[in-house]
């Protein structure tokens, strides 16, 4: 260290660009920010590569342009036409605002503006050329009403900063990903890109969020989709979410725009996650587009320096409106639709006797006397209840497969197969939560349970005892590593082998998996509702078919059970049709 002195400015500036241009995704996020700020409804955006990676960034709009003046003004560090002073900031519209993009980006690479402005009739253009920070060219050109920036030679003269750069198919991918998540927050701007000559996405003008949700990911995806919508005194939300079979192993596909801007926030999206409850399998994310409108004042954009985060304020109110919307928008669907066509075809082509027949041959199993499952007749009766709404569509039961599935025909020529025990512990689940922490939830036992176990389960069944508690567990130390159970969850009283399922339940819950502290509660839930549904390979009467297809109607949400998995698989009458060509 020798003596402390100012940094040139070329130096401030080059450090200033670190901030904000990081990547050739993050020169081709300010030039189309900029090109939206301008109120352009074309954009274009092409990429030019060869086998050292990308070497050019154009971006084309049809926006209001520069006057020769405006153009050089541009390239000023904090020069801007967005915000006045501070207090413009709590109403801003635009995505810039503080007026260093251009300049950052100039300053490490090669950057060539030609611009015409729309308003007082130029007659001809400006091009303005900037290398290094440094003008190196202004002079007048013909050019059409709008503006084309084109970057080159990006980090030339920062090398340290281009060694960072990945292989070219990443930074295009990261390109990709810029503009997916710009065309989705304006779907008021068609967007076109073309690399090295080729179209690689397009999305049209005012068409909708779904439209541009379709010209991104393509019309599968967007078919697929449920329409989600809230809305506060001071906030409104729409955007489209994944039916829960479509869903992923991390929150990345969960996008989220405010004010037209593109936001990075863990908080929303687990809001959004959130919404799902069990219908998704834990760590699965859903498919999501959130498009929120909340008024300026409430949201602070001056928090990060590529304004990919903003501040809340009110954010529990708006997090609790996002759950709401997407709990709403996931309630009022079909979701058997979910399941994709090949896979309701196998099911129903493994065991390919007729429904009627499967029928017929339930009823002579039952009609002989033999087997007649008093079990699952006391499990069904327990979780009886009346008065809820019904949520699947009217069925009649045909029969069974395999002694697992249940055959059923809807009152509109549709098939249905329901996976009994996925079923029964759907009505099982919404049974215990009901009763979490109420009397009824537990059930004395006659004969107390003895339980003796090694010393590190018996450390930590000692210490689930509250949590067990909660749940209709009632259980006592007895001694030393013994322990007395002496009520069991109601959901489990029908259990013939009490002693075996309690110890089961206690073993499954000490099994790791269920550590961390607030997901317990919710796997003591599931395991309950697993032990004391009816299982697979039960034989079921027609009645007890019956009673449990009005059970599950009555859930709340009866086309999955409490692991994420399908309750229902569902043929329409046109799915079937199209099956066997009638179509
Ligand atoms: P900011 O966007 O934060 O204002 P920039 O450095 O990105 O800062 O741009 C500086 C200014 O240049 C903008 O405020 C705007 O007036 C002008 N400008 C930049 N790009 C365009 C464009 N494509 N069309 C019209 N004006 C532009
Ligand atoms: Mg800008």
């Not at 390239?75 to 007026?99: E, M, N, V």
């Not at 029969?399 to 809807?410: L, M, R």
């Not at 078919?545 to 309750?567: D, E, F, V, Y």
């Amino acid at each position: 260290m020798t003596e402390i002195h100012l940094l040139d400015p070329e130096t401030v500036n080059q450090i200033a660009a670190g901030e904000v241009v990081e990547r050739p995704a993050s020169v081709a996020k300010e030039l189309l920010e900029n090109a939206i700020d301008a109120g352009a409804t074309a954009i274009l955006l092409e990429i030019t590569s060869d086998t050292t990676g990308i070497t050019k960034i154009q971006v084309t709009d049809n926006g209001e342009g520069m006057t020769p003046e405006e153009a050089v003004l541009a390239f000023q560090p904090h020069a801007t036409s967005k915000i006045r002073d501070i207090t413009d900031l709590s109403r801003i519209q635009t995505l810039g605002f503080r007026g260093e993009a251009l300049a950052s980006i100039a300053a490490v690479a090669e950057v060539t503006m030609i611009t015409r402005p729309r308003r007082g009739g130029a007659l001809s253009g400006t091009r303005v050329l900037v290398r290094g920070g440094e003008v190196v060219e202004v002079g007048e050109v013909g050019a059409p009403e709008g503006t084309t920036v084109s970057v080159e030679r990006l980090f030339y003269n920062t090398p340290a900063r281009r060694k960072f750069l990945k292989s070219r198919n990443t930074e295009l991918a990261h390109v990709y990903g810029v503009v997916e998540s710009l065309a989705l927050a304006h779907d008021e701007i068609a967007f076109r890109v073309v690399h090295n000559g080729k179209e690689r996405m397009a999305t049209q003008r005012s068409a909708g969020l779904l439209a541009t949700i379709a010209g991104l990911y393509g019309a599968d995806l967007a078919r697929s989709l449920l329409p989600v919508e809230g809305r506060l005194p001071f906030l409104t939300i729409r955007g489209y979410i994944s039916r829960p079979s479509e869903n992923r192993g991390n929150p990345s596909q969960i996008s989220v725009t405010i004010n037209g801007r593109c936001i990075v926030s863990r908080k929303i999206a687990a809001a959004v996650r959130e919404g799902y409850g069990n219908l998704l399998p834990k760590d699965r994310y859903p498919v999501a587009f959130m498009d929120l409108a909340i008024d300026t004042g409430l949201v602070d954009v001056n928090v990060h320096p590529t304004k990919r985060e903003v501040r809340l304020s009110r954010e529990h109110e708006i997090l609790e409106a996002v759950t709401a919307a997407v709990r709403g928008a996931l309630a009022g669907h079909d979701l058997s639709r979910d399941s994709p066509e090949e896979s309701a075809q196998q099911q129903i082509v493994v065991d390919n006797k007729q429904p009627m027949q499967v029928a017929r041959e339930a009823d002579a199993i039952y009609s002989a006397g033999h087997r007649r499952p008093g079990l699952a007749d006391k499990r069904l009766r327990r979780t009886e209840r009346e008065g809820e709404k019904n949520l699947l569509p009217e069925m009649e039961p045909i029969g069974q497969v395999a002694a697992t599935y249940i055959v059923a025909e809807g009152v509109d020529g549709s098939l249905y197969l329901i996976d009994q025990h996925a079923a029964h512990e759907r009505i099982l689940y919404d049974q215990v939560v009901e009763q979490r922490d109420a009397e009824s939830a537990a059930q004395e036992l006659l004969v107390p349970v003895i339980l003796t176990l090694p010393p590190k389960e018996s450390a930590a069944l000692r210490e689930a005892i509250p949590l067990l508690r909660g749940e209709g567990f009632v259980v006592d130390e007895f001694g030393r590593d013994t322990f007395a159970i002496r009520a069991v969850p109601t959901a489990l009283g029908a259990v013939e082998d009490a002693a075996g399922t309690v110890r089961e339940t206690i073993a499954d819950l000490l099994s790791g998996d269920v550590r961390p502290h607030t997901d317990r509660r919710e796997a003591v839930t599931c395991i309950i509702a697993c032990k004391g549904a009816i299982r697979a390979g039960t034989p079921l009467t027609p009645e007890q078919q019956r009673l449990l297809i009005s059970q599950l109607a009555r859930t709340k949400t009866p086309w999955t059970c409490p692991h994420g998995r399908p309750t229902v698989v569902a043929l329409d009458r046109k799915r079937l049709e199209k099956m066997f060509g009638r179509t």
